[in-house]
């Protein structure tokens, strides 16, 4: 789960500077071990145990065990930094974690399979459901009454189409 992306050192004794991508940006204070990556879909990230933290306006200034000095935290500049799926932030029951709802089947509320979930789109106002089907792309809203329930233990998520959604 992506927690942030290291944006540049700061200061000469390897702390770097971190864009908070979580909803908690407290969180930070009680990580021991992160992963860092350039790549988010890394299968072999690097493992790197944290030993400081703290705030700068909305950055996370952070130090960790393995990073001595500008130069080798200069090497992580542009890098991923997540957490294993058991360290992320627990959810409430009607919550899920995008990733999870990515290959659900999408049906309508009539009974329609309309294809299955392929992306998900972070838009300011809601996320976007970008569903493959055999007629194309469609794009579902998820606001309430367009999504009426998203079952990720059964892979199914039912959907009133508007008007005009699809032809």
């Known amino acids: 789960m992506i927690i942030g992306f ?3 050192p700061h200061g000469v004794s390897g702390e770097l500077k971190v864009a908070v991508e979580s909803e908690d940006p407290l969180r930070f204070y009680d990580l021991e071990t992160v992963y860092v990556s350039r ?11 944290v030993t400081g933290v703290r705030f700068n306006k909305e950055e996370a200034l952070v130090t960790f ?23 992320a932030l627990p959810l409430a029951d009607d919550e899920f974690y995008s990733f999870q709802a990515v290959g659900i089947n999408v049906i309508t509320d009539t009974g329609e399979h309309l294809g299955t979930v392929s992306q998900i789109l972070e838009t300011g106002a809601n996320d976007v459901f970008i569903v493959q089907g055999e007629d194309g792309e469609i794009l579902i809203p998820d606001i309430e009454g367009v999504v009426l329930d998203v079952d990720i233990a059964n892979e199914k998520i039912v959907v009133k189409l508007p008007d005009g959604l699809i032809s």
Request: hydrophobic share 30%.
């Open 6 to 8: 290291i944006r540049k």
């Open 65 to 87: 065990a393995e990073i001595n000095g500008r130069d080798e935290a200069g090497s992580l500049r542009q890098h991923w930094l997540f957490v294993t799926f058991d360290d």
């Open 39 to 49: 790549r988010p879909n890394d299968a072999n990230p690097r493992q790197l145990t």
